[in-house]
Every structure is written in structure tokens, then in C-alpha cells.
């Protein structure tokens, strides 16, 4: 299998899925994964010679992040002989779907170095084609077992959408998908109505974000059903620099 500074050559990838050329729509398209998807074969091996389980993935990035909140922090793996050792493979421990804000960098709130973490970062953190099918990539392709789905204290996407205000550019696609987080509370189902404060909206979206990545990726389901790849869910404060997880 080809590689290029460390990522798998997208015919290679579909190749390592066992995806058929005519089969390249279920990745791209989300709503077409439920309805026409077709068998894939995932490797039975994790391709992560010394693989992290999806705890101990956990452990290390609340560890992280303690440090990080008590200005104890290790900077690990930024050295030149780590930046030589990850210059062509990888294999991220954990990976992480978060806001594009300019205070969330999860390299920095988690302590962690090069090669520790593939991060995929979006306004509103949503869970759109593309950052769907990045994290397909770090899970099946580098043997990443643990996703976080990271929202964050004062996310302005979310705001925009709990507001209702009106949207120019491409944004508006952005938070059009927040909307549809904000029509039900995910574990409760109750109405739009319960959600009452732009801080619930945001515990609202993460949920939904979740959920979709599950729900629009028939890979990610089935390493998750596999027992081999988990989601969690968490919330960032930016006023304090520490993560709550969720789940």
C-alpha cells in the first residue's frame, strides 16, 4: 500500500476497505450510506502495530488536560527525533472532531505532541462529508479506537443558530446542519423548546454530531459494533480550559 507522508493513497484506501470502485459513492455521499450501502470488509487486524484501546485513549487525554488546566504542562513527543519517527507513518491514538475556533486547539488543551492526535476541525464541529470521511481514515486505515466529538463554551456557529440569525455565504450550511441539532434533546426527545440556553444548544449539537457520525458512515458503525472504535462525546470551557466529557 502506497503511502505519502503518511496517508493511504484514496484509491489504496477504498482498497483496503474492499470498496469496489462503484462503491466510492457511499463514502461521498452521507444520506446515500443508510440507503444504498453496500458490503465492506474491514480489516481484521488493526493496522496500528502497538494499538491504544479506546480507555486508555480517554486516560491520556484527561491526563492531558489536567495538566494543561494546572499550567503543568510536558510537551510531549516535539522533539526532532519524534518529528523524524512520524515524518512517514502515523498512527494517532486518538482522534478528535472539533470547532475551528481559534481558542480550541486540541493539540494544546490535551498536552499533546506530533503524531498523538488526528484532529479534523470545523466550524460547529459538524460531522459533514468530508469530516466524515477523515475520520473513516484515522479509524479503519491508522487504527484510531477512540473519536471525540468536542464542542466548546462560546461556539459562535452554535450561537448564530440558536438565535436564528440570518446567514450570508457558505456559512449558512454550517449552521443550517446546527439547526437541525436544536430540534430535539437526544436523550430525552423532548421539543426545541427545552432547549433554553445557547450552553444546552451546545451540549445539544455535540450529541447530534455524534450521533451522525455513527448513524452516516456504515465503516464507523461497524467498528463501533465491532467493539473496535468507540465515540465520546466532551465540552470544552474556554474560560477555564478544561474538558468534560460527556459519555
Keep these: ?89 502515523q498512527y494517532p491514538y486518538a482522534a478528535i472532531l472539533g470547532c475551528a475556533d481559534s481558542r480550541v486547539p486540541p493539540e494544546i488543551i490535551f498536552d499533546q505532541g506530533l503524531g498523538d492526535l488526528f484532529v479534523v476541525r470545523v466550524a460547529g464541529n459538524i460531522a459533514t462529508n468530508e469530516t466524515i470521511g477523515s475520520l473513516e481514515y484515522a479509524a479503519a486505515a491508522l487504527g484510531t479506537q477512540l473519536i471525540v466529538v468536542l464542542g466548546h463554551k462560546g461556539c459562535g456557529a452554535v450561537s448564530a443558530a440558536f438565535d436564528n440569525q440570518p446567514d450570508d455565504g457558505k456559512i449558512k450550511s454550517v449552521v443550517d446542519d446546527i439547526r437541525l441539532s436544536l430540534s430535539a434533546t437526544p436523550r430525552t426527545g423532548s421539543n426545541i423548546n427545552d432547549v433554553n440556553d445557547v450552553d444546552n444548544a451546545i451540549i445539544n449539537n455535540i450529541e447530534y454530531q455524534a450521533r451522525k457520525l455513527q448513524n452516516n458512515s456504515q465503516i464507523i458503525d461497524r467498528l463501533i459494533r465491532d467493539d473496535r472504535l468507540k465515540i465520546v462525546r466532551a465540552y470544552y470551557d474556554v474560560n477555564t480550559g478544561k474538558v468534560r466529557f460527556l459519555t
Design 1 to 89: 500500500m502506497s503511502r505519502i507522508n503518511g496517508f493511504v493513497g484514496r484509491r489504496n484506501f477504498l482498497k483496503f476497505l474492499g470498496l469496489s470502485t462503484l462503491s466510492i459513492g457511499t463514502l461521498t455521499a452521507c444520506n446515500e450510506i443508510i440507503i444504498n450501502r453496500s458490503e465492506i470488509t474491514i480489516p481484521e487486524n488493526n493496522p496500528n502495530p502497538n494499538p491504544v484501546s479506546a480507555e486508555e485513549a480517554k486516560r491520556k487525554l484527561t491526563e492531558g488536560n489536567r495538566r494543561f488546566v494546572n499550567q503543568n504542562r510536558q510537551y510531549p513527543n516535539q522533539s526532532k527525533k519524534r518529528l523524524q519517527s512520524v515524518s512517514k507513518k
